[in-house]
């Protein structure tokens, strides 16, 4: 068999969201296959499809392997890219990494947007349903593993669960939970199982690391076109996997927007977003009292402030948890956070962006493992990927992509970190105006009631203790420990 080296280079087009990233792909099309080359495009999302095809030049041969055209995806793919019967196929992210990597020899693979490298699956058991996950692994150390002679019963776990799933006439003992654990285990991903907490549930978790890399390494050319990938949780695993950059001949001219754009953070200065600031009840009872009642939590508040601002039917992007329901019918566009090929709402002015993105403490056990294994940080990247990113492809949906747009632009954003991101890539001549954070009903900061142990604590970061000892010395909750080190960190690097 052939020696093929393996593909180290990743070509990347990166613009602001509504420069033509994506139309500058299909304008190359035609060419690109007239010369020989076979070509596969992975789109984040199904709702992608139809835009991308619609724009394709007539005439152009192509076929969509996912979902709706198919039963079978996965066999589909596999065959359609052995076979090479149709020079340009596509596809989505979750498809195309679920292949061999050796079939993708000989294709140029063009990515949308940055696929996820990463994932940290965590759900909290109750006795009777770990004594089910238990029944095929078994604790070791604060881990999870197959029993021995069991990786067998897995299997049979599993596709009986994906059969009932799917709608067949059977029993699992599974739950959904516990097929996604049981999954992690036969794929070979660490699972850590926490002590028990109060209620007598314990939370079992895994780090999935994407196995993306081995398919961009079997690839003949690799393009991702996205809005940024420098500091990104992808740039971080581009370095571990030893890949490097080369800019990539989609990436389309783009002389900025011209929009003028005020950014209005709710926070004050030095504050960050999370949802235990935004639940903080605004009077008296508790937050599951008022949340039934559908008032009074700060983030009701917060909107409310905002709301006598806006112009026109503003974008509302926010978390399940932020309910809302005293808001009117028609009194904003309520947007989901993923709004990567959201381009109904140009005409829009005005964009409110009210939702989280700081690790979980089950998240940052997850980040301290990974910095433990590859010895280096990754918590920014974290933080770009799951907050900043997002934030900026949500202020892009507005009218701030139109070239024509002369209206002003009005974005109330969750922090300083999410305005100085916004002015930091594609914003640069963006206003930002404290002035809203100023009147918000934001509470005090518990975490600034001084706790005479934090300076031993601190001491013991220095000194490079792990999270577990510190507990077990100073009796600090180790939950309280995840804070206390953001903080530390956060006052390192400052």
């Not at 152009?60 to 196929?89: F, M, Q, W």
């Not at 001491?459 to 077990?472: D, H, Q, S, T, W």
Request: proline share 6%.
């Amino acid at each position: 068999m052939t020696s093929i080296a393996p593909n180290k280079v990743i070509h990347t087009a990166v613009s602001a969201p509504g420069a033509g990233k994506t139309q500058a792909f299909i304008t190359k099309i035609p060419a690109l296959l007239s010369a020989g080359h076979s070509i596969v495009l992975a789109l984040p999302t199904l709702d992608l499809t139809d835009s991308f095809v619609s724009r394709l030049p007539a005439g152009v041969p192509y076929r969509v392997i996912n979902s709706t055209t198919c039963d079978h995806v996965g066999s589909e793919l596999k065959a359609a890219l052995k076979k090479k019967d149709s020079h340009l196929i596509i596809t989505t992210h979750q498809s195309i990494f679920a292949v061999p990597p050796n079939l993708l020899w000989g294709w140029m693979l063009v990515i949308d947007e940055l696929p996820p490298v990463v994932d940290f699956p965590a759900f909290p058991f109750e006795p009777s349903e770990l004594a089910q996950l238990f029944v095929n692994a078994m604790e070791q150390d604060g881990r999870l593993y197959i029993r021995e002679g069991c990786a067998g019963a897995i299997e049979t776990s599993l596709a009986t669960f994906k059969a009932v799933s799917a709608g067949a006439e059977r029993t699992s003992m599974l739950s959904k939970e516990g097929a996604r654990i049981y999954e992690c285990l036969k794929d070979g991903h660490p699972v850590f199982i926490d002590s028990e907490i109060p209620n007598g549930n314990r939370y079992v978790r895994a780090v999935v690391e994407s196995r993306c890399w081995d398919t961009f390494a079997a690839a003949k050319e690799v393009h991702v076109l996205a809005a940024s990938v420098i500091g990104s949780q992808f740039d971080d695993f581009a370095q571990v996997h030893g890949v490097t950059y080369a800019r990539s001949g989609f990436t389309p001219a783009f002389d900025g927007y011209t929009s003028a754009v005020t950014i209005y953070p709710v926070m004050p200065k030095g504050r960050n977003y999370s949802k235990s600031a935004a639940t903080m009840p605004t009077r008296s009872g508790s937050a599951t009292d008022q949340q039934k009642q559908g008032e009074c939590l700060v983030i009701d508040d917060i909107l409310k402030e905002i709301l006598q601002r806006t112009i026109g039917t503003p974008l509302l992007f926010s978390n399940n948890w932020a309910s809302f329901r005293w808001l009117p019918r028609g009194a904003v566009h309520r947007c989901s956070i993923d709004s990567r090929g959201l381009n109904d709402y140009q005409g829009e002015t005005d964009a409110i962006l009210l939702f989280g993105g700081n690790p979980s403490p089950s998240d940052q056990l997850a980040l301290e493992f990974l910095a433990e294994k590859y010895d280096r940080d990754f918590r920014p990247g974290f933080i770009v990927t799951r907050f900043l990113e997002p934030s900026l492809q949500a202020a892009t949906r507005t009218a701030v992509r139109d070239r024509s747009n002369i209206k002003p632009i009005q974005l109330f954003v969750q922090d300083g970190r999410v305005a100085e991101y916004l002015v930091s890539t594609y914003m640069p001549h963006a206003v930002i105006d404290w002035s809203l954070s100023e009147i918000c009903p934001v509470g005090e900061d518990r975490r600034t009631t001084v706790d005479a142990r934090r300076v031993q604590v601190c001491e013991l970061f220095e000194r490079g203790k792990k999270n577990a000892e510190i507990a077990r010395l100073t009796g600090v909750h180790r939950n309280t420990l995840l804070s206390w080190r953001e903080d530390w960190r956060e006052g390192q690097a400052a």
